[in-house]
C-alpha cells in the first residue's frame, strides 16, 4: 500500500517538528508554506526552552490593567486605538481566561507540552546537526526590588506547583551568576531544568531541511482554502495551483482563523505582536537567558548576538511595525547591562516583529477539525511555541496515525470556545 500523503500547511517550528514525526510513522509529507520556512514568528522569538512556561498571559487582576494598555503605547503591553473594536470579543475571553481557578486548569494543561521540550529538541537537533543550538543553563527572573520580587509570587507558585524546581537568589549569588547585571537587581529566581536555543530560525530551518532528507517536498505557496469530498478534504486550494493529500494538518501560526473558518471552525485566534532587538558583538550581556520582571522582556545570549525579545502589541496581521517599541528594548537593555555601549553603532543592531499566534486562554488549538475527518489542527501557541511545538507534534502524529493520544487532547480543543 502506498504511504499516507500528509501535507502540512505552515513550515514554522511546529509544522517542522510535525512533519518530522509523520515521517516517522511511514507518512509521505508536503510542507507547504506561503513564505520561506522559518520566517514567520519562529524567526525571531526568545528563543526560550522552557518547561517551566506554564503562566497564562491572563491572570487575576488583568481587568484592571486593560485602561493602562489604551493609553501607553510604549509599555510592555498595549492595545491600539484603531483595533480595539476588531480585538474586542478576544480580550473579553482574554480577561475571563485570569480567573484563578481556569488559571490552574490552563498551566495543568501547558505542562504536558512544555516540559519534554529540552529533550524532545535536543533529539531533533541532534538528527538535524545542529545540537550546538541546544542549551541548558535555566533561567533567570530578575527584580528590581523586594516590592517586585513578591509581585512575582503568584505566577512562580504556578510554575512550582506544576513540578519546575525554582531556587531563590539574593544579592550576591546573583552577582556571582551574572557579573554584567546592573546592580540595581536586588533579587532572582532561577529554574534550572529550562534551556534555549541560541537561534530559533537556523533551528526551524535545520528540522525542515532533514524532513527534506527524508523526503519531505517543500512548496511554496498560499492556501486560500479545501476542496472536499463529502465529510473528508482531498486537496488544499494554492495560488500555483492544488496540493491533494490523503490527511492535512494546519499549523498556519497567526494565519490559521481563515483556514479553520473555511472548514466550518470559529476559533479566536488573534495575534499577539511581539518584537525584538538584537545587538551584534555586544561588551556585556547574561549568560543565562534572563527575564526582567519589570520590563517583560526576555534577554538571551544567542550564537549571534544579545537579543531582547518580548512585548505585546494588539494591532492585528496588517498594522506596520511601530519601531519606537523595539528602541525601548535596546534601552532596558542598556539598563539591564551598563556595560553595553551607550550608543550602540546603527550597523550592529537589528530589529524584528513577530506575529505570535494567541488563543486569549493561552492555550494551543490541537485536534482534530469540527466538520471534516482528516484535517488536524496544531496553532494559537502563543508565547510558548518553540517551547511546545516538539510535544504539538507527537500528539498531532498520535492522531494523523490514528493511535492513543500520548497526551490527553481535551484542553486543545478547537470547540471549546463554543
Ligand atoms: C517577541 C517574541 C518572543 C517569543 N519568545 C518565545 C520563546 O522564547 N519561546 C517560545 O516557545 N515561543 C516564543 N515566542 C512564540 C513563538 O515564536 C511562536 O509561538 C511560534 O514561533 C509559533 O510557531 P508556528 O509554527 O505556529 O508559527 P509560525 O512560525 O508563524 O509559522 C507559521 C507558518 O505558516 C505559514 N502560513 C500561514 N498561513 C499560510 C497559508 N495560508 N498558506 C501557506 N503558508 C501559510 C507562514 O508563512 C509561516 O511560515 C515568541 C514570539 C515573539 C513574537
Redesign the pocket.
Known sequence: MAARHVVV????????CTALLLQRDGSRVTL???????????????????GS?VVPVSMPGTLQQVPRWLFDPMGPLTIRWSYLPMIAPWLWRFVRAGRPERVQEIARALRPLTAP?VEMHRQFAREAGVEDLVRQVGHLHVYRSDDAFAKDAGAMALRAGSGARVAELGFDDLRQLEPDLDRGYVRARLIEENG?CRD?LRL?RAYVELAQRRGAAVKR????GFRRDGGHVVAAF?DQGDVEGDAFVV??????R??AASLGDAVPLDT?????VMVSGPEAGPRTPTTSFEGKF?A?PMENGLRA???VEFAGLHAAPCWDRADVLLRQLQAMYPGLARQVPEARVSR??????SMPDSLPVIGPAGRVGNVFY????????????PMTARLLSDLVAGRPPSIDPAPYAASRFG
Open positions: 500547511i505552515g513550515a514554522g517550528i511546529v509544522g517542522a507547504v508554506d506561503k513564505g520561506a520556512p522559518g520566517e514567520g514568528a519562529s524567526l525571531g522569538n526568545a528563543g526560550c526552552l522552557n512556561s521540550t534555549h530559533p526551524t505557496a498560499r492556501v486560500t494554492t499549523a498556519g501560526g497567526a494565519w490559521s481563515d483556514l499577539e505582536r511581539g518584537y525584538h526576555v538571551t525579545a518580548g512585548t524584528w516583529m513577530g506575529f505570535r499566534p496544531g496553532f494559537g501557541h502563543g508565547h510558548v511555541g518553540l517551547i511546545s511545538a
